[in-house]
């Protein structure tokens, strides 16, 4: 049989693949890869398609081991990751032996790295997604997260092992101060000049409270001011709103699809991956692009 | 924004990030019309399937394609704003309600005035989503709309039925909840293999109230919303 075994669960470990699309209007969010450029860069190592379901690493990664020979591909946050006692790099495939174990240690750059597995991981599309929602316990295994002693099958392609890899150029730089590049959302004009300014000029942190479904936003200035009066209005992933308490809230890809609080900026969707691996400690801005 | 006319009313659309535009009705006070409403025939246009979420005060359209194109596609659209309803009654268990001694509270009305209100109320689907699976409704009397809680509670059963501001609300699925609970609706609204829902935006609603003993059965065997109304 072709399975990998979790050994350690991690943090939390989830099986997540391009995203869940079309239930929107229901309030089911499109879940998916955080960082999907670098979970699109892991399925391209191991000649999968880049909508392939992988795994989901956050912070602390699990351990795994592997009961049959694979082409794997490790990308995104550095885990410092071995096979067996032996260091491994990222963002090149790498052929791994059954009965070898990976494993890592907390993220040294980034939050969320990818395992990809040449092959399909063999579980259920729940709305047509095998990404892992927790809000209705549905996708990834079993509508769980990883853990300890799961089975994951894989569907195996034929193996072709070519050695790749991505060029640096191509890598996300995980160690620079971040630049988030924001534009004007619909309700900008809500928040007062003061505020205006902040966002734009300040250093900005993520909230430790922040998980798979939103960020909430910290600042050294003072707290946003914003007009409150709007009703409710719909919301996806990136979309940066301002509550009353006047730490902004970043939508992310479990999140809610409405939301009654204005939208003051917007994230492109193509820099939700390197905002998703920025970490707790770190300070970044936002910097205004053009629609 | 670009504005198309439709029907008897004006549509402004624009486009808010790369392959996301919203749509919101000019002057909707006097339109009287709701964005949900209009969300609704848009996303059962084949082109715009999954495309769409609606509260009801804007439409999303998440689309990869230019704002003219998206005009030209709402141009075709034959949108009927009071196109026939369809009627359901749906089956309320009150006594799983948690909030009644604040809500009675809050509103100076007993349990039973407030649940006679609710059942003789011209209540229609408002719009869908927050949450997966939430249900608004909307046409309560001013008398019973009451404020969300300023904490919410931190879990809210499945299927529970509340009221917040001037919606009732139905939780499709556990979670923390801000409204005030005031009962259970324990049948399916929701295909579990497809997430598709019969209720459609502005279908009437009439709320029955159900007894301890039809509340278990359907608790423990629940009947989708079709089958419920033949019986």
Not at chain 1, 9 to 27: E, F, N, P, V, W
Not at chain 1, 152 to 164: G, H, L, T, Y
Not at chain 2, 102 to 122: F, N, P, T, W, Y
Request: hydrophobic fraction near 40%.
């Amino acid at each position: 049989m072709s399975y990998l075994k979790i050994i350690k669960k991690g943090l939390y470990t989830s099986i997540q693949d391009a995203g869940r699309y079309g239930y929107a209007q229901y309030g089911i969010p499109q879940s998916g890869a955080m960082d999907a450029y670098s979970a699109r860069l892991a399925n391209r190592l191991v000649k999968n398609s880049e909508e392939s379901a992988l795994i989901e690493c956050t912070y602390i990664p699990p351990v795994v081991e592997f009961y049959k020979n694979y082409i794997i591909s490790l990308t995104g946050a550095d885990m410092k990751w071995h096979i067996d006692e032996f260091a491994v790099p990222r963002f090149t495939s790498l052929y791994v032996r059954k009965g070898s174990i990976l494993k890592g240690s907390a993220a040294a750059s980034g939050v969320r790295a990818y395992i990809a597995v040449q092959g399909e991981i063999d579980v259920d599309p729940v709305l047509g997604s095998k990404s892992y929602y927790s809000g209705m316990g549905i996708g990834g295994f079993e509508g769980r997260l990883l853990a300890e002693g799961d089975q994951v099958k894989m569907k195996s392609k034929r193996s072709k092992w070519a050695f790749d890899y991505i060029a640096d150029e191509e890598r996300p730089n995980l160690t620079l101060e971040k630049l988030i590049p924001i534009t004007r959302g619909p309700e900008w004009h809500y928040l007062d000049q003061d505020s205006k300014a902040s966002f734009i000029a300040g250093k900005w942190t993520i909230s430790t409270q922040s998980d798979r479904m939103a960020a909430t936003l910290l600042n050294h200035t003072p707290d946003l001011k914003v007009d409150l009066k709007m009703s409710s209005v719909p919301v996806f992933p990136g979309v940066i709103q301002v509550p009353p308490q006047g730490k902004p809230i970043v939508v992310l890809n479990d999140g809610q699809t409405t939301g009654g609080y204005p939208r003051a900026a917007i994230i492109p969707t193509n820099s939700l991956s390197i905002f998703n691996q920025i970490r707790p400690s770190e300070t970044f801005r936002f910097f205004f692009v053009n629609t | 924004m670009k504005s198309i006319q439709l029907s008897d009313i004006n549509l402004l659309v624009d486009t808010i990030a790369t392959g996301r535009h919203r749509i919101i009705i000019d002057e909707p006070i006097q339109s009287r019309i709701s964005a949900a409403v209009l969300g609704q025939q848009i996303s059962e246009q084949s082109f715009f399937e999954g495309a769409v979420s609606a509260t009801s005060a804007e439409v999303l359209i998440s689309k990869d394609i230019s704002l003219e194109d998206l005009c030209d596609q709402l141009k075709k659209l034959k949108f009927k704003p009071n196109r026939r309803k369809k009627k359901y009654s749906l089956p309320v268990y009150f006594e799983a309600g948690s909030d009644w001694e604040q809500v009675e509270a809050e509103l100076g009305l007993s349990k039973q005035v407030i649940i006679k209100m609710i059942k003789q109320a011209d209540i229609s689907v408002a719009s869908f989503g927050f949450l997966p699976g939430f249900v608004y409704l909307d046409g309560l009397p001013t008398e019973i709309h009451c404020k969300r809680k300023s904490i919410p509670a931190h879990r809210v059963p499945a299927g529970a039925f509340g009221l917040g501001g001037p919606y009732a609300g139905i939780y499709h699925i556990p979670s923390p909840g801000g409204w005030n609970i005031l009962g259970n609706c324990p049948i399916q609204l929701f295909d579990s293999d497809t997430f598709s829902c019969p209720l459609k935006v502005n279908d009437r609603i009439v709320i029955k109230s159900i007894k301890a003993d039809e509340y278990e059965k359907l608790k423990a065997n629940p009947v989708t919303i079709e089958t419920y109304q033949k019986k």
